[in-house]
């Protein structure tokens, strides 16, 4: 019995350090090839493409050179002001949802009613009741009448018939 025991043992060693040797050859070899300090073609295209070094490369950031600028999917024109707030992301010159809500081209402050992009502005309509200052017998007060009712805005006002 010794000896078949001895036997086995004799050819266990001599192929387990055979066997090791060979996975050790395996696993450093994967070793060397996944984990390269090399970089490859994709990795120095990808350095080069992404000059400020901001995970977007030149062809989706829109300043390059800007790590903190913004991506074209998150603003098209690329005025730094993000699509979400930006009234017209295709025009650089566009006003924002902050300075003018309604996207109407007119600036809040000078809005008569900035959630409506087909109200009056403040220079056309000072009081801002949708009657325009030209046709308007008293625009600092927004119950006045029209001209049309009373074309000399002296209180006299037409009836049906246009006589006074």
Avoid: W
């Avoid at 295209?45 to 030149?58: I, L, M, P, V």
């Avoid at 950031?61 to 017209?88: H, Y």
């Avoid at 007060?141 to 000399?152: A, C």
């Amino acid at each position: 019995m010794r000896h078949s025991c001895f036997t086995f043992l004799i050819f266990f060693a001599s192929v387990l350090p055979t066997a090791c040797s060979e996975k050790q050859t395996e696993e450093t070899v994967l070793t060397t090839d996944t984990n390269s300090e090399e970089p490859t073609d994709t990795a120095e295209a990808d350095t080069e493409t992404d000059s400020d070094n901001d995970g977007y490369d030149t062809s989706i950031d829109c300043d390059d050179t800007d790590p903190n600028s913004t991506i074209v999917s998150n603003d098209a024109d690329c005025d730094g002001v993000l699509t979400i707030e930006d009234c017209n992301d295709q025009d650089p010159n566009s006003t924002t949802t902050a300075t003018d809500f309604d996207c109407d081209g007119v600036l809040t402050m000078d809005d008569c009613d900035d959630t409506d992009p087909n109200s009056t502005i403040v220079s056309n309509d000072g009081d801002c009741d949708g009657v325009l200052t030209i046709e308007d017998c008293n625009d600092q007060d927004p119950n006045s009448i029209t001209k049309f009712v009373d074309p000399e805005c002296d209180a006299f006002f037409l009836d049906l018939n246009g006589i006074f």
